[in-house]
């Protein structure tokens, strides 16, 4: 294979592009992450957000059937008072007791409920943050995922270009490894041993090497090794 030399010349550029787009995939995955990170956290602050208002209503609930209760009682001391009896005397107090007691508990509540309101304006506030931070961080990473595709295009044209000089045997072995090892399939070999596993090479095939003339693995890693 006379041009062997050449095409593993255009190999070592092919990786150098292949490496690049190995980058750029990886950068895309971590714009579209972010967007689904933002995503996550406006969805949770959206729930927070309802949670409390919940919290605040069953308050709210809790605290109208209080005052009914007070109503109920109120007109039943009324009514026990208008009768006027000595034996509702004893009722009158019970009554008045139980009235003291449930506005203790009113007091208590519209402490709870106006802790639980501004818990609720926080926890808004905080949905509608968590929304903007998601709108911006959706448009920071579209704009960075428009610019990658672009570039991913522009490596993907310079790489066809470069493989059509290629033997289709000796692409087929590069692609194999390089589904192994993207942008890494090449390996340099450096005072005996593979340039990136370090695993050592027997003399002979490191003189096969240097006359690179034929397609070889590296033993250790199965990476296509060269002298370039
Ligand atoms: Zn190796």
């Excluded at 308050?59 to 009514?79: G, N, P, V, Y």
């Excluded at 949905?127 to 961080?137: F, I, L, N, P, T």
């Amino acid at each position: 294979m006379a041009n062997l030399a050449a095409s593993l010349d255009t190999l070592w550029r092919v990786q150098q592009l292949d490496a690049a787009l190995r980058d750029n995939k990886q950068a895309m995955d971590r714009a579209r992450a972010d967007t689904t990170r933002a995503g996550a956290a406006q969805t949770k602050a959206a729930t927070s957000a309802t949670e409390a208002e919940t919290a605040l209503h069953r308050l709210r609930t809790e605290h109208k059937e209080l005052e009914q209760e007070l109503a109920r009682l109120d007109s039943r001391i009324r009514k026990l008072e208008a009768e006027a009896a000595q034996a509702s005397q004893a009722a009158v107090q019970k009554h008045r007791a139980e009235v003291d007691e449930l506005e203790g508990k009113g007091l208590e509540l519209l402490d709870r409920i106006s802790a639980a309101e501004k818990a609720v304006t926080a926890a808004r506030g905080a949905a509608a943050e968590a929304g903007k931070a998601r709108e911006s961080a959706g448009k920071t990473a579209a704009a960075k995922i428009a610019d990658l595709e672009a570039e991913a295009g522009r490596l993907r044209g310079q790489r066809e270009a470069l493989v059509v000089g290629l033997a289709p045997e000796l692409l087929a072995v590069y692609e194999s490894a390089q589904t192994r090892y993207p942008g890494a399939a090449l390996a340099r070999v450096a005072d005996g041993f593979c340039g990136v596993c370090s695993g050592e090479l027997t003399r002979q095939l490191v003189s096969q090497l240097k006359a690179r003339a034929e397609l070889l693995r590296c033993p250790h890693c199965l990476r296509l090794l060269d002298m370039p």
